[in-house]
């Protein structure tokens, strides 16, 4: 027999935190998905079909579906059946919980993140042919 480790449910539950967070960042860190996200936390609760999103960010409907696939299985969107339609819907409270996991593990002492981060110039993201 191997010797058991006793962890404490606190400390299995960091590390399924720490796991969720860790799927959260690696698909945020493509950017073609980091692009598709930013659309759809723009979009808002009503999100986009598969076809906006593809027409959007100028890509064929097969790569944008693999991006789709992982930032759905990351937790960072969700698809509904609107008729004949997938709509893509950004999860913000996944987000916000990220962010407070993030702030809870990283944050430094007294450290207060901004409510609102201010986004890279517009020319600049317009260059590399994102929205």
Not at 111 to 120: H, K, Q, S, V
């Amino acid at each position: 027999m191997w010797p058991i480790q006793a962890t404490s449910f606190a400390t299995t539950v960091y590390r399924m935190q720490t796991n969720l967070a860790i799927a959260a960042l690696a698909a945020l860190a493509q950017e073609s998905r980091f692009a598709a996200f930013r659309l759809l936390v723009k979009a808002g609760p009503q999100g986009q079909s598969a076809s906006s999103i593809a027409a959007s960010l100028q890509m064929p409907a097969s790569s944008l579906s693999f991006h789709l696939k992982e930032l759905t299985h990351a937790g960072l969107i969700a698809p509904r059946q609107q008729g004949r339609f997938i709509i893509y819907a950004a999860k913000v409270d996944t987000v916000q919980r990220l962010m407070g996991f993030l702030d809870s593990s990283c944050g430094g002492a007294g450290y207060r993140p901004a409510t609102t981060l201010p986004m890279p110039d517009t020319d600049l993201l317009s260059e590399r042919g994102l929205p």
